[in-house]
């Protein structure tokens, strides 16, 4: 069986070289580089790389949780996530949890196991302290806001956006404002229930638990806000929609149920996705795909960081 | 440091037991399991899987190769897969190429490398001779049909498909129908090609260059198909979109321009995502979720096999 050595010998290159190449070392010279490569091919060389790995303690795998991958807000993450990979060698092990913790779990597992370099988790069900007690077993990088916790993480304020969101659909003149958001639980979602709350008191408005849908998610979930909302004996006037898709999703419904926006429903989505763009909705910018990047660079950095990234409302059609 | 007999000792059962629950057999007693996971977190055990991964010649990783993980058409498909992977057990490293070759081979390279135990290939750009060199290394299972070959592939009848869907618009009178598509490369764009120009040869209508427009993946691409449009002199007045995102990007685009569908313009999607649903758009139902879970079956089989899943025309306003 042909070994490194033999490699060296026929490439003519150093071990070293050899190695390098092996291992996808930046800065080999791409003459030698693919002379290695010729020399693999014409022997049929193979290396079981589990061994390279039990040697060197390194699998250039980076895990990464998310509840969705279909989801457009985390395929957008995983794909600066993804950009980022490339760019520095590494693969991706993909966990897609639909929110089960058991599945969290598993990804924390495989990091104590040493199958994965580190972890970056988008969204989460566990509690904070599971992910603590894995610290000791590699970088995990989070997507909220943990001040003082003894990790990396790269978020957006959702306090602050939702706040002056509401504070701008408040100045348009509405004063029954509702909200759609995937879920109730989460740092995220905490915080911007923290917002709600805090600008209905200084507003003096009234809190209305009918005015805040979950569980939306999809484009089609805007049909499910609008049959809520015609039920309700004193329906909201405005609506921030903590996702384009299911912004784009109500606003079809709109049109078909002759709802004219946003004369009868002010609408203000998030994430300023092409659709948002195209059908002319006003939305928050909140930029996915250089967070994903930056979670990247956290996940393989020895240096624990944080890093608040800006949101921008964009005024358009539809609030 | 705590091997596998101290856990078995401290959990009272067996080291095969422990064994099993460490490798995540299924059929062991849940008391059981809970008691090794309970010893396993008391001694703060922890194996380097690399080292099992080693000795077993199995990673229970599998390659998943897609060109964008942020497209529904491919997110659908990796849904499926996702899920069937959890009741197995296995964890996807994920591959997104942007249909650079370079990407693809990195894939196979990690197979060849038993970084992976096999691979699943949903779109690709390199040559069948660089996958057929591959297979000794493990399973490589495709998303398009290759009759003959000897791997295994899940896969619609895109000629088929294609051709009846040209014959239904010839039907409702338009004898000028053109094609958006995501690139004009690749197996299953040219079975369609083929369909296209059969079904012009058979109903003896010309060939217009011009009604072919590629590159249209997303919502947005909608715009520059109306665009495109409007720029001809002899503009078709049907046309068949590969996805619906794009389909519903045309959509919104034409009623935004005053454009009438049908009348104007018939469209049909493919895929039959909510977002067809919920504007009311025909087109052809695609079982990407089922595919995905019958792609990753086949790439955990020892046999070769291929399997055709059925499509079907969905009725409904723009077409």
């Excluded at 990464?64 to 490339?86: E, M, N, R, T």
């Excluded at 384009?244 to 709109?254: K, N, P, R």
Aim: net charge neutral; charged share 25%; hydrophobic share 40%.
């Amino acid at each position: 069986m042909t070994n490194i050595k033999d490699l060296a010998r026929m490439a003519g290159v150093s071990v070293t070289t050899v190695s390098r190449v092996l291992n996808n070392h930046p800065y080999v010279r791409e003459d030698k580089k693919k002379a290695v490569l010729d020399a693999v091919r014409t022997s049929n060389y193979h290396k079981n790389i589990n061994a390279v790995h039990l040697s060197k303690g390194k699998t250039f795998l980076m895990g990464v949780v998310l509840p969705f991958s279909d989801h457009p807000y985390f395929a957008q993450l995983l794909k600066g996530i993804a950009k980022q990979a490339l760019e520095n060698n590494y693969k991706l092990v993909l966990f897609q949890t639909s929110y089960i913790e058991s599945r969290e779990l598993e990804a924390l597992e495989m990091l104590k196991l040493k199958q994965i370099d580190s972890l970056i988790i988008c969204s989460r069900t566990c509690d904070f302290a599971m992910i603590e007690e894995h610290l000791t077993f590699g970088p995990i990088v989070l997507c909220e806001d943990l001040h003082g916790k003894n990790l990396s993480a790269t978020y957006v304020d959702h306090y602050r956006i939702f706040y002056e969101a509401l504070k701008y659909l408040h100045s348009k003149g509405h004063s029954r404002i509702g909200y759609c958001i995937a879920r109730k639980s989460g740092t995220n979602s905490q915080k911007r229930m923290s917002a709600y709350r805090d600008f209905l008191h200084h507003s003096q408005l009234p809190y209305n638990p009918e005015y805040l849908m979950d569980d939306c998610l999809y484009f089609q979930d805007g049909e499910k806000v609008i049959r809520q909302i015609k039920e309700m004996i004193t329906p909201p006037t405005a609506l921030l929609v903590t996702s384009d898709q299911v912004a784009a999703g109500i606003f079809t419904c709109c049109q078909r149920e002759q709802i004219s926006i946003p004369d009868d429903l002010a609408i203000i989505g998030f994430d300023n996705e092409p659709i948002a763009k195209m059908m002319n909705i006003t939305t928050v910018e909140i930029p996915l795909v250089e967070m994903g990047k930056n979670l990247f660079l956290q996940a393989i950095s020895e240096q624990v960081s944080n890093k608040e990234m800006s949101a921008k409302l964009i005024e358009r059609g539809t609030a």
